[in-house]
């Protein structure tokens, strides 16, 4: 079973920041948290993961709470190629394995 | 990022007949691979992991015998469908990790485009 809950859907106003909210409250001290995306029929595509502190890079920033048992994705300026379907995961400890989730299938709007 | 290739991208089929599909990582080895199946509006469901030189590991519920896996190379990884029917239509998807650095390696997965196969 997936390790991860997210809301199944948001919108987002092009050019304003996106927050997408994940719940991995069974996560272990060494398991990472690894954010995707999904445009449709494609396959996913990495954003960013992390471990206990915040993490930044080109597209994304991390935003783990200090408990770890919850994150934020948050894409500064939304643009319309960024509607997708956005996937937490939390590995399954020790075996390189991913189990996906719903996901959020975020709409950025016009 | 590193890249994975699948091949082919779209197959059409038809019954009863098998098809196989190709994960190649391009820049990178990858001593484990994983496949994936989703079904339209569905998340991706893992079906099996493939270890190179070795048998791979199949989730519950996946028949080993319906879907092979073969892993002869550490940039090569392939599935084939066999016996194909039309419920087996769906987007096959594979990954690969990076070898880690150290037993608590933290290097991403990355996919290849998917391939949509169709039974007809």
């Known amino acids: 079973d997936a390790k991860t809950t997210q809301p199944t859907s948001m919108d987002c106003a092009e050019g304003r920041a996106a927050n997408l909210p994940c719940n991995h409250s069974t996560i272990s001290g060494n398991e990472y948290v690894y954010w995707y995306r999904q445009i449709h029929s494609q396959g996913p595509q990495y954003i960013i993961h992390?471990?206990?502190n915040n993490e930044t890079n080109e597209m994304a920033s991390l935003i783990i709470t200090e408990d770890r048992k919850s994150s934020t994705l948050i894409l500064p300026h939304a643009t319309l190629r960024d509607t997708a379907v956005y996937y937490c995961?939390?590995?399954?400890?020790?075996?390189?394995?991913?189990?996906f989730g719903t996901g959020t299938r975020l709409k950025v709007l016009a | 990022g590193a890249v994975v290739s699948q091949h082919p991208s779209r197959v059409i089929c038809k019954s009863g007949t098998s098809v196989k599909i190709e994960c190649r990582s391009l820049?990178?080895?990858?001593?484990?691979m994983f496949w994936y199946r989703q079904f339209p509006k569905q998340s991706l469901m893992l079906m099996a992991t493939s270890n190179e030189g070795s048998k791979a590991t199949y989730e519950q519920g996946v028949e080993k015998d319906k879907f092979l896996i073969n892993h002869a190379s550490l940039t090569l990884s392939t599935l084939t469908v066999t016996s194909a029917h039309p419920e087996d239509s769906s987007f096959y998807i594979c990954?690969?990790?990076?070898?880690?650095?150290?037993?608590?390696?933290?290097?991403?997965?990355?996919f290849g485009q998917g391939t949509r196969l169709t039974v007809v």
């Open positions: 995961i939390v590995e399954v400890s020790g075996t390189y394995k991913y189990i």
């Open positions: 820049d990178f080895q990858a001593t484990t």
């Open positions: 992390g471990l206990k």
């Open positions: 990954s690969a990790r990076l070898t880690p650095l150290s037993p608590l390696g933290n290097t991403e997965a990355f």
